[in-house]
């Protein structure tokens, strides 16, 4: 019940607190599912699909793979994803999470679907984030000649 009554304060006191939920997770929904469309477009939109430390230093960076990554992720290819760059597979499946947790949330009326899966991003972030650091660090980043 709390969790409703904070979506109708945030939407305005004229709407129930399930209704309020179901226009917030449908809001969250909706900003995953065009993350998911537009992201990989946008990410290459400025520099043609180069990556600029790349093309500086002649090496991969930690994100390289990245977009491609993400595209086969949303796709559902996760070991494919994995494969190309785990930042990328992450990021994927983050946005299905999103859109997951935001369309159980507005067909229930609850947030809890929501913020339920923000937390399992916000959490496993970092854990992700180290991981594809370390492996970059042993496999790529090796002494310059």
């Not at 909706?30 to 537009?38: F, H, K, N, R």
Request: glycine share 16%.
């Amino acid at each position: 019940m709390a969790l409703g009554v904070l979506g109708a304060g945030i939407l305005g006191r004229g709407l129930s607190p399930r209704l309020a939920a179901r226009v917030l997770s449908l809001g969250v929904a909706l900003s995953a599912g065009l993350a998911m469309t537009a992201g990989p477009w946008i990410a290459n939109a400025g520099n043609g699909g180069a990556c600029a430390y790349r093309i500086r230093w002649g090496r991969p960076c930690v994100g390289c793979g990245g977009t491609h990554a993400f595209r086969r992720a949303v796709a559902g290819d996760l070991t494919g994803a994995a494969r190309l760059n785990v930042l990328g597979a992450f990021a994927g499946v983050a946005s299905w999470l999103m859109v997951i947790g935001g369309i159980v949330g507005a067909v229930t009326g609850r947030l809890r679907p929501v913020i339920a899966a923000g937390l399992v991003v916000t959490v496993m972030t970092p854990v992700v984030a180290a991981a594809a650091w370390i492996r970059w660090m042993s496999v790529v980043a090796r002494p310059w000649p």
